[in-house]
C-alpha cells in the first residue's frame, strides 16, 4: 500500500493533524515498554471495595487534583493574568475484578459501568460551581494509570476544558452556516462511504475519525441526534455496551492489548442551547511518545492512516 502523506483538518475544531503512515518503518514504532506485574496484594482498590456481590464501586478520589468544595470561586486578577481555585469533585468508578478491563468484560458488566457513569453525572450536575463533567478512562501506565486495576473517573469542574470549548464552538458555528448537526452530517458521509466505518448497530457507529489526533483512534458515537450522554436509556445502554465490547476486544486482540485512554464529550449540565451538540466517545491508544513538532507546533503526527485502522479493526 502507498504510503500516506497527508495534513487534514478537523471539521468540528478546526485543528490541522499529519498522517504520514511512511515512518512505521522507524524500528522503534509501537514497541512496548516491559513493566514489572502490579500484585493484586498491593492494590488499594482491593481493599476500598466493600461488598464482593457488586460489580461496580464508586467514592471520591483519595488523592485529587481539584478541591472539594460547594463554594463557587470568583474569578480573580494576578496582575495581566486570571485565576480561580482549584475546586471541583473528582470520583473513582472501580469495576469488581483486578485483572478484567473492558476488553475482559461481558456487555452487561459494561452496561453496569454506564449505569454508574451516569448516575454519578446527574448527581454532580446539581452542584452550584460544576461547569463541566468529564469522564475518563486510563488503561495502563502510558495512559496514567497509576493503579492497573481497572477504573475510571469522574471530574466535576467550574470551567469548560479547552478541547472541549472548541468541540462546543465548531459544532455551533457549523450549525449556524448549515442548520445541522456537524457531526450527524460526518456520520452519514461515512456511513455511505465505508471506508472508515468500523462497527454498527442499531443505535451506534464505531469510526476511525478523518483526521484522527492519534494512531488507531476510534470514536463512537450515536446513530440518531442527542446532545447529552447523561439521559440514554437502557436500550442505548445496551447497544452502547455492544459496541465498547466489539471495539475493545478489537484493540485488545489486534494491537496486543495497547495503552489507551477514552473520555466522554457530552453537552455542559447548564447549557441550555446546547441541542446543536452530538455527543460522542473517544478513544485514543497510547502507540507513540510525543516529540518536538506535536509539542512546538501543536500538529498531531499520526502513523496510521484511519483507512487503514477501520479495515485493520473490521477483520
Given amino acids: 500500500m502507498k504510503p500516506t502523506i ?9 485543528d490541522w493533524v499529519l498522517i504520514s503512515t511512511d515512518i512505521q518503518k522507524k524500528p522503534v514504532f509501537f514497541k512496548r515498554i516491559k513493566t ?25 478520589n483519595k488523592y485529587p487534583v481539584v478541591a472539594r468544595s460547594n463554594i463557587c470561586p470568583p474569578l480573580e486578577k494576578c496582575g ?56 475518563i478512562h486510563n488503561h495502563g501506565s502510558r495512559a496514567g494509570a497509576t493503579v492497573p486495576h481497572p477504573h475510571s473517573q469522574v471530574f466535576a469542574i467550574p470551567i469548560i476544558p479547552p478541547d472541549v470549548k472548541r468541540s462546543l464552538e465548531g459544532s455551533h458555528n457549523y450549525f449556524r452556516a448549515h442548520r445541522r448537526c456537524v457531526h ?11 471506508e472508515r466505518t468500523i462497527y454498527q448497530n442499531k443505535r451506534f457507529v464505531v469510526l476511525a475519525p478523518y483526521a484522527s489526533r492519534v494512531s488507531y483512534e476510534v470514536r463512537i458515537f450515536p446513530k440518531f441526534h442527542e446532545s447529552r450522554f447523561e439521559v440514554i ?4 445502554r445496551k447497544d452502547l455496551s455492544d459496541a465498547m465490547s466489539f471495539v ?17 464529550h457530552t ?8 441541542e446543536h451538540y452530538h455527543w460522542h466517545m473517544e478513544i485514543l491508544p497510547r502507540a507513540a511518545i510525543w516529540g518536538g513538532l506535536e509539542l512546538g507546533a501543536g500538529i498531531d503526527v499520526v502513523k496510521i492512516s484511519p483507512e487503514e485502522t477501520a479495515k485493520l ?3
Fill in 6 to 14: 497527508e495534513f487534514r483538518k478537523d471539521i468540528v475544531s478546526g
Fill in 36 to 60: 514489572k506485574p502490579f500484585p493484586k496484594s498491593r492494590c488499594p482498590f482491593e481493599t476500598i471495595q466493600q461488598s464482593k456481590d457488586r460489580w461496580v464501586h464508586v467514592f471520591p
Fill in 80 to 135: 495581566i493574568h486570571e485565576k480561580k481555585i482549584g475546586v471541583g469533585f473528582q470520583e473513582v468508578v472501580v469495576t469488581r475484578s483486578h485483572e478484567r478491563h473492558f476488553a475482559l468484560m461481558t456487555r452487561d458488566e459494561i452496561c453496569l459501568v454506564l449505569e454508574a457513569y451516569q448516575s454519578r453525572y446527574q448527581a454532580l450536575a446539581s452542584e452550584p460551581c460544576v461547569d463541566y463533567i468529564l469522564i
Fill in 184 to 194: 450527524c452530517d460526518i456520520l452519514k458521509d461515512e456511513l455511505k462511504e465505508k
Fill in 233 to 236: 436509556d437502557q436500550a442505548q
Fill in 248 to 264: 475493545f476486544q478489537r484493540i485488545f486482540k489486534k494491537n496486543k492489548n495497547p495503552d489507551y485512554n477514552f473520555f466522554i
Fill in 267 to 274: 453537552a455542559p449540565p447548564k447549557e441550555r442551547h446546547a
Fill in 313 to 315: 479493526l473490521r477483520r
